[in-house]
């Protein structure tokens, strides 16, 4: 009876194309998976560069869109040219670049909150007297309760522990991180703990004390973001004005602006009103953005 098992079990695994070989090593890699903490093929983390951002599809799409949008608006607003749109649809196709630049921007603050966060809690288990590997490992199970389990801390985090189980030193995958993140506060803080880790001080003193810098330099970003966010939205609505008004001459006194399109001065008056107010929106961009 043992026989006849053994034989049917080959004849199934010669159906379903697989060798003894090929299972094992199947088996082998959903060990390995399980040894790192993934629980299926798709949760296997990837490392990324945070200082590339890329668009995808649906972003390239929208944007260009948006910029497409925004250049037909001025044309007609203070050209009513088809000619001068044709002109200024490069200047809208490029407007996902420019974007890009300002996702990638908020991108970096929100991985500088979260690592905020991720450093504090590595700090309290760490004073709570746990070894920095285990304290990794709590800290990631106390991060998914706060930010999620595909949040971008939790993920470097998880990549960190990983690099641990691989016997690969805790420093230089600090350092890793640092480069990657693009943040200076990323960068200093595996600076930090590298010296002292090769030092040999006060590893858990060091790292309170840097954790409280940071936490203190957040604190101040977020302060002025919070200031700023309301002055942000009155800037958006104000950009958005002078086409209301505009728009709001025309249709309830038409012809008003006859004159503004159809004369060499009133060309010269509407494209003098369109560098201002280019202008008006670079220097209140600038005047908002507040760095610490």
């Given at each position: 009876?043992?026989?006849?098992?053994?034989?049917?079990?080959?004849?199934?695994?010669?159906?379903?194309?697989?060798?003894?070989?090929?299972?094992?090593?199947?088996?082998?890699?959903?060990?390995?998976?399980?040894?790192?903490?993934w629980?299926?093929?798709?949760?296997?983390?990837?490392?990324?560069d945070?200082?590339?951002y890329?668009?995808?599809i649906?972003?390239?799409?929208?944007y260009?869109?948006?910029?497409?949008?925004a250049?037909?608006?001025?044309?007609?607003?203070?050209?009513?040219?088809?000619?001068?749109?044709?002109?200024?649809?490069p200047?809208?196709?490029?407007?996902?670049?420019?974007?890009?630049?300002?996702?990638?921007?908020?991108r970096?603050?929100?991985?500088g909150?979260q690592?905020?966060?991720?450093?504090?809690?590595l700090?309290?288990?760490l004073?709570?007297g746990?070894?920095?590997?285990?304290?990794?490992?709590?800290?990631?199970?106390?991060?998914?309760?706060?930010?999620?389990?595909?949040?971008?801390?939790?993920?470097?985090?998880?990549?960190?522990?990983?690099?641990?189980r691989m016997?690969?030193?805790?420093?230089?995958?600090?350092?890793?991180?640092?480069?990657?993140?693009?943040?200076?506060?990323v960068?200093?803080?595996?600076?930090?703990f590298?010296?002292?880790?090769?030092?040999?001080?006060?590893?858990?003193?060091?790292?309170?004390?840097?954790?409280?810098i940071?936490?203190d330099?957040v604190?101040v970003?977020e302060?002025?973001h919070?200031?700023t966010?309301?002055?942000?939205?009155?800037?958006?609505?104000?950009?958005?004005?002078?086409?209301?008004?505009?728009?709001y001459?025309?249709?309830?006194?038409?012809?008003?602006?006859?004159?503004?399109?159809?004369?060499?001065?009133g060309?010269?008056?509407m494209?003098?009103?369109?560098?201002l107010?280019?202008?008006?929106?670079?220097?209140?961009?600038?005047?908002?953005?507040?760095?610490?």
């Amino acid at each position: 009876m043992r026989g006849k098992k053994e034989s049917s079990n080959k004849q199934e695994s010669l159906k379903t194309g697989k060798s003894w070989r090929q299972q094992g090593v199947a088996r082998k890699k959903g060990g390995i998976r399980k040894a790192l903490g993934w629980k299926n093929p798709s949760e296997a983390l990837e490392i990324k560069d945070y200082r590339d951002y890329r668009l995808s599809i649906k972003e390239w799409g929208l944007y260009g869109a948006l910029g497409l949008g925004a250049c037909g608006l001025a044309a007609y607003t203070f050209y009513r040219s088809v000619a001068i749109f044709i002109v200024l649809a490069p200047l809208g196709a490029l407007y996902p670049l420019y974007k890009r630049e300002a996702l990638k921007k908020e991108r970096f603050r929100q991985l500088g909150l979260q690592f905020k966060e991720g450093i504090l809690v590595l700090a309290s288990f760490l004073s709570a007297g746990y070894s920095l590997e285990n304290g990794l490992t709590m800290s990631v199970q106390e991060l998914e309760l706060l930010y999620g389990s595909q949040c971008m801390i939790v993920r470097e985090f998880r990549l960190l522990c990983t690099g641990v189980r691989m016997n690969r030193p805790v420093e230089q995958l600090l350092m890793e991180l640092g480069a990657r993140s693009g943040l200076e506060d990323v960068d200093n803080f595996a600076q930090v703990f590298s010296a002292a880790r090769r030092s040999g001080g006060e590893l858990v003193e060091i790292i309170n004390y840097t954790v409280g810098i940071i936490r203190d330099k957040v604190q101040v970003q977020e302060e002025i973001h919070t200031m700023t966010s309301s002055k942000v939205f009155e800037q958006k609505l104000m950009n958005g004005i002078p086409f209301v008004i505009v728009l709001y001459i025309d249709v309830s006194s038409p012809g008003f602006f006859h004159v503004m399109y159809s004369t060499w001065m009133g060309r010269a008056v509407m494209s003098l009103c369109l560098v201002l107010y280019a202008g008006a929106i670079v220097l209140a961009g600038r005047i908002l953005d507040i760095e610490v």
